[in-house]
């Protein structure tokens, strides 16, 4: 079982930034995949970024070079700081954990981030 808990959304103007982080319980972090996705009320969920236990991470083209995942696998946390916002980027965002192996192996060859174990969301609204 993982418990993740995100913080760090907010409200920020157009090209501003913001860093979001993720909490994650559990003793083998470093061995987790991980990543964020967002969802905006009446669309589907989207993968935004996701890395692997080995450090390689994925991106989705809409935030390729304003994005960027990373994780501190001594301080149990994984971020994702968001440069550049725009307007578009607006939605809850949530943070999604997995320590199996056979799960983060095929999460990894498909680039997909519907991970196991999520958190609540933390909303991040950019305005223009």
């Known amino acids: 079982q993982v418990q993740v808990v995100e913080s760090g959304g907010g409200s920020v103007q157009a090209g501003g930034s913001l860093r979001l982080s993720c909490a994650a319980s559990g003793d083998t972090f470093s061995t987790y995949c991980m990543g964020w996705v967002r969802q905006v009320p009446g669309k589907e969920r989207e993968g935004v970024a996701r890395?692997?236990?080995?450090?390689?991470?994925r991106y989705a083209d809409s935030v390729k070079g304003r994005f960027t995942i990373s994780r501190d696998n001594a301080k149990k946390t994984l971020y994702l700081q968001m440069n550049s916002l725009k307007p578009e980027d607006t939605a809850m965002y949530y943070c999604?954990?997995?320590?199996?192996?056979?799960?983060?192996?095929?999460?990894?060859?498909?680039?997909?981030?519907?991970?196991?174990?999520w958190g609540q969301g933390t909303q991040v609204t950019v305005s223009s």
């Open positions: 890395i692997d236990n080995d450090g390689s991470t």
């Open positions: 999604g954990a997995d320590f199996r192996r056979d799960v983060c192996s095929y999460l990894a060859k498909f680039s997909r981030t519907d991970f196991g174990y």
